[in-house]
């Protein structure tokens, strides 16, 4: 069981917007503490998507975006691509720990 | 460029430790934290440690203390991640990973290895 929860599976079609939740707690998200997200194509290494809750490294297309509120985070993804098709993780920490959400498989129609 | 490379895939029997490798380039290796996370088939990630290569200070994830090593040797630029008593449930994918502090403290793992399957099996 994770300590941030995010939804098992999330879908849209090409071109529509898809936003996957990572909910935390007052240990982690609520403290204050940043979240990133990772996407994972299958087979693959995790690779840095978002960082500091809203920030998108060099190379990550706009497309990608975070946001933050309260206890929870969000990844927005617009214009869905075939090749957006991956898990989706966020992480935190948490009383001296790094922790990851269970992680979300996005499927493009 | 920034690279780590893992060693290969083992098999391992039940009972018996491992040792898996990361070499570090293109950056300055005792310039940045080594975080090492794994992930069980069809699984998410999960955290183990991290290793300081400049002083070699560790710091393990609770559930793991006394079970995992990290180790460095700064000479080759390889942290290492030892993990003993192996059972079938530690068959995962091990991963480390270079920990970047962002403008505001927190830590993000800005490049990973590849990866090392680790199977254990009687």
């Known amino acids: 069981q994770s300590v941030l929860t995010q939804p098992p599976s999330v879908s849209g079609a090409p071109g529509q917007r898809v936003t996957i939740s990572c909910t935390g707690s007052?240990?982690?998200?609520?403290?204050?503490?940043?979240v990133h997200w990772y996407q994972q194509l299958p087979g693959t290494a995790p690779k840095l998507l978002i960082y500091?809750?809203?920030n998108g490294p060099s190379g990550v297309p706009a497309r990608f975006s975070g946001s933050k509120s309260g206890t929870s985070a969000s990844l927005a993804i617009t214009g869905l691509q075939a090749e957006d098709e991956a898990d989706y993780y966020c992480?935190?920490?948490?009383?001296?720990?790094?922790?990851f959400g269970g992680g979300t498989k996005l499927t493009v129609l | 460029q920034v690279q780590l490379v893992q060693s290969g895939a083992e098999v391992k029997k039940p009972g018996a430790s491992v040792k898996v490798s990361c070499k570090a380039s293109?950056?300055?290796?005792?310039?940045?934290?080594m975080h090492w996370v794994r992930q069980a088939p069809g699984q998410g990630l999960e955290w183990l440690g991290w290793?300081?290569?400049?002083?070699?200070?560790?710091n393990y994830a609770q559930k793991y203390q006394g079970w995992v090593t990290m180790t460095r040797d700064t000479s080759i630029t390889t942290v290492y991640m030892e993990l003993s008593r192996l059972r079938s449930d530690d068959t995962a994918v091990y991963y480390c990973?270079?920990?970047?502090?962002?403008?505001?403290?927190?830590?993000?793992?800005?490049?990973w290895g590849q990866g090392t399957l680790v199977t254990v099996s009687s």
């Open positions: 500091g809750n809203t």
């Open positions: 293109g950056f300055s290796f005792t310039g940045y934290y």
């Open positions: 992480q935190s920490y948490d009383n001296s720990h790094w922790v």
């Open positions: 290793i300081n290569p400049n002083s070699g200070g560790t």
């Open positions: 990973a270079r920990a970047k502090v962002t403008e505001t403290t927190s830590v993000v793992f800005d490049y």
């Open positions: 007052s240990s982690n998200i609520g403290a204050g503490y940043d």
